[in-house]
């Protein structure tokens, strides 16, 4: 017995197959034809040349450390709880070795995380990202003094949750 026959003994099966198909096709073209939200994306960081006392948005070329104002620039990671002021939770920098690496062209693919250091703002010792002081500080973010609740990582150019 074929599908044909089958298909014309059981005409009840048939329609509800059918009208199944439909329903499944009639709500895959809704859903492509609705709006969708877009998250707006800037091609930047943040970043600081004050040791996380202030920071500014610039471009994703920049590799850190570079020269912004007379100063050294480091990537600010920044962070708001509720709708108190953001604060830089911590800095990043690229080692002098891995810069270059980055810089050079036809370098070999390498995991950035190995040349990264990073510290906390007021930290004097910068330290390696995959170490385990590095893991601990992207872990435990510390808010400003007399704050609490679930500090948000704040990106440049997208709008926070609830703003």
Known sequence: ?????T??????????IVIAIIVLALAAI??????????KFTAG?????DDGKTFYEDAMS??????HDG????IAHVYQIDSNPPFVA???????????????????????????LLKRPGDTDWVLMDSREGR???????????????????????TPPGQ
């Open 1 to 5: 017995m074929g599908i044909r026959d």
């Open 62 to 67: 920049n590799l850190p450390p570079y020269q």
């Open 45 to 49: 960081y943040y970043f600081s040349d």
């Open 90 to 116: 911590y800095l990043q920098k690229l080692t002098p070795d891995m810069q270059k690496l980055l810089t050079t062209p036809g370098a070999p693919d390498v995991d950035p995380e190995t040349g990264t």
């Open 30 to 39: 809704v859903y492509e034809l609705s709006p969708k939200k877009s998250v």
């Open 71 to 74: 100063k050294e620039a480091v």
């Open 136 to 158: 601990d500080i992207r872990a435990n973010i510390k808010p400003p003094a007399g704050e609490s609740g679930t500090p948000l990582q704040i990106i440049p150019g997208v």
């Open 7 to 16: 298909m014309n003994k059981k005409p009840a099966l048939t329609s509800g």
